[in-house]
């Protein structure tokens, strides 16, 4: 089928990409209905609103930028999208504001995906450590020099 | 908005299975301790509008910045 879409207008996209958050996202409770698209872009994803062409959100694969991040959400929030650990697919929304190098993820608010069903929700991390804020670019860096420090 | 007054180990029900209790008033700090059924989430409410505003400045992306980041990742593989 055919949506139209924030980033790529018009798109091709099929079922198995519809994403369902019964609660939709905090601020956004409304709009339940979306669809994962692949970025033409490094390693970004879109969840982009199935309804609304003009809402879309960047997604990122948390690992991809911070060594050992582990997904550290509560027993009800798997209960939540009918998953256990280890059958959710799970990403962090991305802030893309005019400076490239304050690209920022919020590893706070994280996006679980149940694998088989594609019910989704946005927990709240249960460690502390996590901010809605972690700058991508400053995060590379450290990880580039902890790469050489390992080397 | 319904205000009541409470001492230290005393609480509050709301509803049949959750009660709020004050456990410490120390200065202007007062420590609470919540029982609720595991349904019921209880966060501080600075974490929901931290989410949430933060949400709402992601749906904002700005397109032409994800190419320009999105090519510094290319390099570095």
């Known amino acids: 089928m055919k949506i139209k879409t924030k980033p790529y207008g018009e798109l091709e996209v099929n079922e198995k990409q519809k994403i369902h958050f019964p609660d939709g996202l905090f601020g956004f409770e409304e709009v339940k209905q979306y669809f994962l698209l692949d970025s033409e872009e490094g390693p970004f994803y879109w969840l982009q609103s199935a309804e609304h062409p003009e809402l879309a959100f960047v997604l990122i694969d948390p690992r991809v930028f911070k060594n050992n991040y582990t997904l550290s959400v509560g027993d009800d929030d798997y209960r939540a999208i009918d998953a256990r650990k280890g059958e959710v697919i799970d990403f962090a929304i991305v802030t893309v504001p005019e400076d490239p190098e304050k690209i920022s993820a919020n590893l706070m608010g994280p996006i679980i995906i149940n694998r088989k069903s594609r019910k989704a929700r946005q927990a709240i991390s249960e460690n502390d450590e996590y901010t809605v804020k972690h700058y991508i670019m400053e995060e590379m860096k450290g990880r580039k020099e902890d790469l050489v420090e390992t080397a | ?77």
Do not use: C, Y
Not at chain 2, 10 to 36: C, P
């Open chain 2, 1 to 77: 908005m319904l205000v009541l007054t409470r001492k230290p180990n005393e609480s509050i029900m709301i509803g049949d299975d959750v009660e709020v209790s004050v456990v410490e008033v120390k200065g202007d700090q007062v420590k609470l301790g919540i029982t609720a059924p595991k349904s019921i989430k209880v966060h501080r409410k600075e974490i929901f509008l931290a989410i949430q505003k933060e949400n709402i400045d992601a749906s904002r992306p700005v397109i032409d910045r994800i190419g320009e980041i999105g090519g510094i990742f290319k390099k570095r593989k």
